[in-house]
């Protein structure tokens, strides 16, 4: 599966942003999908990621960004998105969408080794 995110920009504090991350060659059944984000300097952290089956969605959502960014997912255009409200200038960073094959029931995975499909990345800035 290749992956596409887009989105990124720049924005001044508590501004919102909706990062997509576009899927082709593949549908996204059977995939868990997540986000994780590098700023500078810094080390890859998670942010979200979601599997679904037809019965029901699971997200999990990492701590610093509970309650203000929301990871959902469009089975119709095969995407999956990242809508980040209330930005912080901590919240700069490149973010990046990623895919991992599995049981739609298995726990959702917060590791980027997890990961096998990974996107190019897209750059949000927040200025204070």
């Known amino acids: 599966v290749q992956l596409q995110a887009s989105g990124g920009g720049v924005v001044q504090a508590g501004a919102s942003l909706r990062l997509s991350c576009a899927a082709s060659?593949?549908?996204?059944?059977?995939?868990?999908m997540g986000w994780f984000r590098q700023a500078p300097g810094k080390e890859s952290e998670f942010v979200a990621a979601?599997?679904?089956?037809?019965?029901?969605?699971?997200?999990r959502h990492a701590d610093s960004v509970r309650g203000r960014f929301t990871i959902s997912r469009d089975t119709a255009k095969n995407t999956v998105y990242l809508q980040l409200n209330s930005l912080k200038p901590e919240d700069t960073a490149v973010y990046y969408c990623?895919?991992?094959?599995?049981?739609?029931?298995?726990?959702?995975?917060?590791?980027?080794?997890?990961?096998?499909?990974w996107g190019q990345g897209t750059l949000v800035t927040v200025s204070s």
């Open positions: 990623a895919a991992r094959i599995d049981n739609p029931l298995a726990t959702i995975a917060t590791g980027e080794s997890m990961y096998a499909y």
């Open positions: 060659g593949r549908t996204l059944t059977n995939y868990h």
């Open positions: 979601l599997v679904w089956t037809t019965l029901r969605t699971r997200q």
